[in-house]
């Protein structure tokens, strides 16, 4: 998909009761999320987002250039936006600062100059893709279709041998430490 059609989506809902799907991206699709450090600081980003700003993590998929993850906000008033920022700003920095003192062949390929301006880009730009989600039946398929991304992909022949996502947990295994939250569809406003 083109970039102008990305930025043409609608912004993000903050419905209480709803949950949020989110899929973002590294920066030129570039495969960062190969690295198991830079996972790790996406899990540690994750879970202390998930505290300060008090939502369930439901379900989640580290791919080697995307992440797709579904929380659940607890609260009834809430604002997506810091919560992907929270995910997502520390790992940039922390990518940033590890590849201009150990890779500093790739600083040109993250660079975006704006003016006298430069900038270092680990995420795509924007917010990524964000989709409330309100019934059940939606929510399961959606944990389905990113449970199997590594699979469709031929990385792994089964969903749970992935080791950075939920998967493995869903199915009785700890393939890391980010544990997702248990799932009540009975806060989803259709299951009333």
Request: proline share 6%; with cysteine.
């Amino acid at each position: 998909m083109d970039w102008r059609e990305r930025s043409q989506r609608r912004p993000a809902i903050n419905e209480p009761g709803h949950a949020h799907a989110f899929t973002f991206t590294c920066y030129r699709r570039f495969q960062f999320l190969k690295a198991e450090r830079t996972c790790q600081w996406l899990a540690e980003a994750i879970d202390a987002a998930r505290k300060d700003y008090d939502f369930a993590l439901w379900t989640y998929v580290f791919m080697p250039e995307h992440v797709h993850a579904i929380i659940y906000p607890r609260q009834p008033i809430y604002d997506v936006r810091p919560i992907l920022k929270a995910m997502k700003q520390s790992v940039g920095s922390k990518a940033v600062r590890h590849i201009r003192r150990y890779a500093p062949e790739w600083l040109e390929r993250i660079t975006v100059r704006h003016g006298k301006r430069t900038e270092r880009r680990f995420w795509q730009a924007g917010g990524g893709y964000d989709r409330n989600v309100t019934e059940a039946s939606t929510l399961f398929f959606m944990i389905e279709y990113i449970h199997q991304n590594p699979v469709r992909r031929g990385l792994v022949e089964l969903a749970e041998d992935w080791k950075w996502s939920s998967a493995g947990w869903f199915a009785g295994r700890q393939p890391n430490w980010l544990r997702p939250d248990p799932i009540d569809v009975n806060l989803l406003p259709a299951a009333y």
